[in-house]
């Protein structure tokens, strides 16, 4: 494979002279991601590879390919969000699948570091403001003639959870609750609607101790309710055992609002981010009970399908929660 990145650089970077140290790093079912250091004559330069995991050609059965996301990607930096740089899409010449190369940042990822670490202290007072004003950039970006962005209204995106629960063949009575609940309480169809990353998350961004670096791993980016990215990034599950600060588990619901507030110009509506909150909760489990599907079955027997396979109680008691009259919003 470093011949094969060296012959796809070499027209881009002069001076190239190899590729090391290449590695791959944590990755999706869907997609794999691997670094390594470019040699030049000026130095080092450090590069992501993130491509189809497991094949020369990633048709995604949903979703926007490779290409679309790097292309997406190169427009977030033009609105203001901090990503990557992309430095090359992979067409057929470069035999390495389908994929892009994008800048290495240096960061920490992992929510239980970023929660945790006093060298994250102070920005855990500001981060839920951090990502407010960077979602309001998010839904700037103009997703015009990138193929494969979904457009959903709410009752189209609750249609789709809902046949995702019915494929799995695995009710729950919590689960029927709260799709009960989603249908008496659905929402208008909103016009416009904006660009949504789909994922944004703790886990999802990568930090230094002093600011929010990058925004990663845009595949589930869709068009829909701005109000769907505010209520997914509130979700228990996101919040690493932070239960009491909804943001990720670093923050505060109004500091993310206002600060979403301040930078969009629209007003946030908190029933509507609630009902998304409680959407994606429910998204959630069932994706874990699609994982532990997976795990009893063989298809996938690794220990990562059967430890996420076990959380879809975590996820019926935090939908308990959520349906709670009194608005407890915490286990």
């Not at 659905?186 to 990058?214: C, E, I, Q, W, Y």
Request: charged share 25%; hydrophobic share 40%; glycine share 10%.
């Amino acid at each position: 494979m470093e011949q094969r990145l060296v012959g796809a650089l070499a027209p881009l970077l002069p001076g190239l002279k190899e590729v090391s140290h290449l590695r791959p790093l944590s990755g999706g079912a869907v997609q794999e991601t691997w670094a390594f250091d470019v040699v030049r004559d000026e130095g080092t330069l450090p590069l992501i590879l993130r491509r189809a995991r497991g094949t020369l050609r990633a048709d995604r059965p949903y979703g926007i390919n490779l290409g679309g996301e790097a292309e997406l990607i190169r427009r977030a930096q033009h609105a203001g969000v901090p990503v990557p740089e992309v430095h090359h899409v992979l067409s057929p010449g470069d035999r390495l699948g389908d994929g892009f190369i994008m800048s290495f940042i240096e960061g920490e990822t992992i929510p239980r570091r970023i929660l945790r670490d006093a060298a994250y202290g102070d920005l855990r007072t500001r981060l839920a403001a951090e990502c407010g004003s960077v979602l309001a950039a998010v839904h700037r970006i103009d997703p015009s003639g990138i193929a494969g962005l979904e457009r959903r209204q709410p009752a189209q995106a609750i249609d789709r959870i809902y046949q995702d629960y019915l494929a799995l063949d695995a009710p729950g009575p919590v689960f029927e609750l709260a799709f009960r609940w989603l249908g008496d309480n659905m929402l208008p169809d909103l016009d416009p609607l904006s660009l949504l990353h789909g994922d944004f998350r703790n886990g999802n961004l990568l930090v230094s101790p002093d600011r929010l670096r990058a925004v990663l791993d845009w595949e589930g980016a869709h068009i829909g309710d701005p109000h769907e990215d505010l209520g997914y990034l509130t979700i228990p599950s996101w919040r690493f055992g932070e239960i009491d600060r909804p943001v990720g588990g670093f923050g505060s619901r109004e500091d993310l609002f206002a600060a979403y507030e301040k930078a969009s110009g629209r007003s946030v509506d908190p029933k509507r981010a609630h009902f998304w909150e409680l959407a994606y909760t429910m998204n959630w489990g069932i994706q874990c009970a699609q994982m532990a599907e997976q795990f009893l079955t063989g298809a996938d027997a690794s220990v990562e399908r059967g430890s996420i396979g076990r959380r879809r109680s975590e996820t019926e008691l935090d939908l308990l929660c959520l349906l709670d009259p009194e608005g407890r919003h915490a286990r």
